[in-house]
Structures are given as structure tokens and as C-alpha cells.
């Protein structure tokens, strides 16, 4: 009695929201670090499930040739990595989304429809209206295109889905379960994804499909195959912010990630948040470092709530660079400053400036006894405000020391909000960032004359 009155109240709350058919249950999650697409409602992709042998048509729209076919979507697979576009099934580029068609080969009763997606940045949540047919309605259209009202022609609407979260981290792993209380949604030979595209401020607005499953009534019991990874997790004194380190690949780091890198990062993501504010602003609360062995000769990369760590890299310079590197890759997970990407009117903020703001805290505030941005007479002649990385963490040092010790805040600011312009140098510091370049160098040229 009491698991029928929770099934009831689940329902008529999803009515209210607009989610879901009354009858029918639609169940969410979503990771920003993505791990093994484990979430507490949605069960992990299946491989034996009723959508494995079925057939896959696009109805309307256009697949993107950057991105996977529809096989994609029922292999049983899913991306090792949060933007791995062959892995994936999107739309192309400039469309909004389109259909696709699932032929059961018979009609069963189909017990749950899942689909799964994974992405960086904007294109990770899911938008659709999932429709089911026999095939046997008078009038039915087995592909009915756009703009043909899909719930006129022989479709019964199963759900609508929404999975776009309020808040700015919307990137990582989604889940989405369509179930109706341990009972079958329906008995279907189609399934119909009627998908949207998820944003209109540029034309890569289209979801990155991983996986659907369709799970029989009176089929086998889903088994999945997705690797479940070996997370190590951790969080500050006061419980604000959460860690977790995959180290599945690379389990030869673990002694020296539950120690060293540990301590690092709970002593200073707190700290470069605090260096990094801005006016409403939150920075990703949980975040995922995940040892990687394809990353070349990249020793570390961020993307959304996480950073990619290269293990081979990391062997080498557990007790060298790497909690450097580690600190770098942490500014930009703060920084979010592609949030502001999201607004059309949004200006973008030179490479240069991410970049050494980034280093700026590395190499001036995290470890600035090793002395790693420097400017030595072998490097002066080159040397240029905007050349990235350390050369650029040195300007910004100097001029916050020399004019304004509020710029990186500052810079911050104008970054995360879209409205960075060289104008704003003139306004803090009353000089040019031109102008700025050229005391700068001129500084450090009298320095070294005099051998200091």
C-alpha cells in the first residue's frame, strides 16, 4: 500500500510539472564529473535489451558527420571520454534536432525506455517527446516529418522530457528512465524520439546521444557492460567541496593521489575560488580527475567539472610539476568563463588572458619559490604581454603590483560576465594594455641590466 501510494504521488507531481503523460514516470540524473553513467534512478545502459537487434531510421533532420551513425545508440557502448563526438549520435549543426524512428520488429511490452548522453559543455541535456504505436491505428504514418503533428497520425505520446538543469554547470553524463511503476508504458512495435535542440545562442545546439535502451516486459534481465570505475573520493573540512579521482587506468597512482594530490587540492580549490569571484557565481562543487592514457603528449586538460590528467605524464612528474599542472587545470575549472559563450551579445575573452590568469596563480601564488614565470635574459627579447601561459602570468603580476592589486578579480569578472575589453586596462590603471606591455618589458629590460 505504501509503495502504490508513492507511485501515485511521483505521478501526479510529474503531471503537474508537465513532465510526463499522468500514467507514465520519468526518472533523471546528472552528473557534471560523469562517471560510468551511475545514477541513483536511472539504471546503467544495457546490452541485451529490445533495442540492441532493433532498427534505427532518422525520420527528419540531419546527422552531423562530425558525430557517430545511429548505431551509436544501441551497441551496448558508451563514450570512454566527455567529448568523443564518433561515440555519439547528434544532429548537424544549424538544425533543430529531428526524429528518430525505433522498429521493434514486433510489438512487446515495453517495460522502460532509457537514453543516456554525455558532454563537456552545452550539449550534454536532453530535450524530446517520446511517442509508441502497435501500427495498427487508422491514419498511422510510420514516419511522419516535420511539422506533422505526431500525436494525429496514430502515436500515443509516452513522455516529455526536459533534463536542462537551472544553473550554469550543465555539462557531464545524463540519464533518462521512462518507466509507469513496475508496470509496462505501453505495448509498442515504434518507438518515435521527437528531439529539440537544446539552446538557440549558436548553432551547436544539438544533444549528444550515447545510448537508448528498450527494455521487454518479458525479455531477459538487463545486463550492462559499462566499465564501473575506481573512484577515490574526498572532500574539503567543511563538506563544500567534493572529490573524486578515477584511477581505473592508472592504479599505480593511487597511493600518490590519496595523499599528495589530495591535500593540494583541498587546500587550494577552496582558495582559488575565493581568488576567482564574481557577482552570482558558483563554482562546480564536484569535481572529477581522471588519469587518462590517450592524452599524448598533453600532461593535463580541463572540461567542465573535471580534469583529464595524462598517467603517463603524471609517473614522471608526481614529484616535479605535476601538482603545478594540477593547479593550472583548476583555474579553468573555476573560471567557466564559456558560460558567458551562452549569450550572443557575450564578447570573448583572448586566449592569452585565460591562459595566464591560470598560470598567474600557479606559478605566483601556489609556487612562486620556484620561480617558473620568470623573465631571464635568454627569454626577454621574445618576451610579449600576450604570449600566453607563464610570459603572460608574469605581466599580470607586474601590473597588479604596479597599478591595481584588485586586476585578476577584476579581469575575472569582466571575463565570466562576456564584456571583456582592452579598454578596461585604461580604465583600472590609466594606461593602454599596450602601453602597460611596454613598461612591463622595459621593467625587467632594467633589471637585468643592472643584474638583478
Same mark, same amino acid.
Not at 627569454?379 to 584588485?406: C, E, H, M
Given at each position: 500500500m505504501k509503495s502504490f501510494a508513492l507511485c501515485f504521488v511521483t505521478i501526479w507531481l510529474g503531471f503537474f510539472e508537465g513532465l510526463t503523460r499522468a500514467e507514465n514516470k520519468v526518472d533523471t540524473g546528472h552528473s557534471t564529473y560523469g562517471v560510468g553513467f551511475t545514477f541513483p534512478s536511472v539504471p546503467a545502459p544495457a546490452n541485451n535489451d529490445a533495442a540492441t537487434a532493433a532498427k534505427f531510421r532518422l525520420v527528419d533532420g540531419d546527422r552531423d558527420p562530425n558525430g557517430g551513425d545511429l548505431a551509436v545508440l544501441h551497441d551496448g557502448r558508451v563514450p570512454s571520454h566527455d567529448d568523443q563526438p564518433a561515440a555519439n549520435f547528434f544532429f548537424r549543426a544549424g538544425i533543430d534536432g529531428g526524429r528518430i524512428l525505433i522498429d521493434l520488429g514486433k510489438v512487446i511490452a515495453v517495460k522502460q525506455v532509457a537514453s543516456y548522453s554525455w558532454h563537456a559543455g552545452d550539449r550534454g541535456p536532453q530535450v524530446f517527446k517520446l511517442y509508441g504505436a502497435d501500427g495498427t491505428a487508422d491514419g498511422f504514418q510510420l514516419e511522419p516529418k516535420k511539422p506533422t503533428l505526431v500525436d494525429r497520425c496514430g502515436w500515443t505520446l509516452i513522455a516529455e522530457v526536459d533534463t536542462r538543469p537551472k544553473g550554469d554547470n550543465v555539462g557531464g553524463q545524463y540519464g533518462v528512465a521512462i518507466t509507469n511503476c513496475g508496470n509496462p508504458i505501453g505495448k509498442f512495435r515504434y518507438l518515435l524520439f521527437d528531439i529539440a535542440k537544446i539552446e538557440a545562442r549558436d548553432t551547436f545546439g544539438n544533444t549528444f546521444f550515447s545510448e537508448i535502451d528498450v527494455i521487454d516486459a518479458d525479455g531477459p534481465a538487463p545486463i550492462s557492460t559499462v566499465e564501473q570505475p575506481v573512484l577515490q573520493s574526498f572532500a574539503t573540512e567543511d563538506g563544500k567541496f567534493r572529490f573524486h579521482v578515477d584511477v581505473t587506468e592508472s592504479p599505480e597512482l593511487a597511493d600518490w593521489s590519496g595523499s599528495e594530490l589530495r591535500t593540494v587540492v583541498q587546500k587550494w580549490y577552496p582558495k582559488i575560488v575565493e581568488m576567482l569571484p564574481s557577482e552570482g557565481y558558483q563554482a562546480p562543487a564536484d569535481i572529477l580527475f581522471r588519469f587518462r592514457g590517450d592524452m599524448g603528449k598533453t600532461p593535463a586538460s580541463a572540461f567542465g567539472a573535471g580534469v583529464n590528467l595524462n598517467m603517463q605524464w603524471f609517473r614522471a612528474e608526481r614529484d616535479r610539476e605535476?601538482?603545478?599542472?594540477?593547479?593550472?587545470?583548476?583555474?579553468?575549472?573555476? %573560471?567557466?568563463?564559456?558560460?558567458?559563450?551562452?549569450?550572443?551579445?557575450?564578447?570573448?575573452?583572448?586566449?592569452?588572458?585565460?591562459?595566464?590568469?591560470?598560470?598567474?596563480?600557479?606559478?605566483?601564488?601556489?609556487?612562486?619559490?620556484? *620561480?617558473?614565470?620568470?623573465?631571464? *635574459?635568454?627569454?626577454?627579447?621574445?618576451?610579449?604581454?600576450?604570449?600566453?601561459?607563464?610570459?603572460?602570468?608574469?605581466?599580470?603580476?607586474?601590473?597588479?603590483?604596479?597599478?591595481? *592589486?584588485?586586476?585578476?578579480?577584476?579581469?575575472?569578472?569582466?571575463?565570466?560576465?562576456?564584456?571583456?575589453?582592452?579598454?578596461?586596462? *585604461?580604465?583600472?590603471?590609466?594606461?593602454?594594455?599596450?602601453?602597460?606591455?611596454?613598461?612591463?618589458?622595459?621593467?625587467?629590460? %632594467?633589471?637585468?641590466?643592472?643584474?638583478?
Open positions: 605535476a601538482c603545478g599542472a594540477v593547479i593550472h587545470e583548476l583555474v579553468h575549472v573555476v %573560471q567557466q568563463y564559456r558560460q558567458s559563450s551562452r549569450d550572443p551579445k557575450a564578447l570573448p575573452t583572448p586566449g592569452w588572458l585565460v591562459e595566464g590568469i591560470a598560470d598567474y596563480i600557479r606559478w605566483f601564488q601556489y609556487e612562486p619559490q620556484t *620561480k617558473g614565470a620568470e623573465i631571464t *635574459k635568454q627569454n626577454l627579447a621574445g618576451a610579449k604581454f600576450d604570449a600566453s601561459y607563464r610570459i603572460s602570468a608574469n605581466f599580470l603580476n607586474w601590473v597588479s603590483q604596479t597599478y591595481d *592589486k584588485d586586476l585578476i578579480r577584476k579581469l575575472n569578472g569582466s571575463a565570466r560576465a562576456g564584456n571583456y575589453t582592452e579598454s578596461l586596462w *585604461k580604465d583600472w590603471t590609466g594606461r593602454t594594455v599596450q602601453e602597460l606591455g611596454h613598461e612591463w618589458k622595459a621593467f625587467h629590460q %632594467q633589471r637585468i641590466e643592472s643584474g638583478h
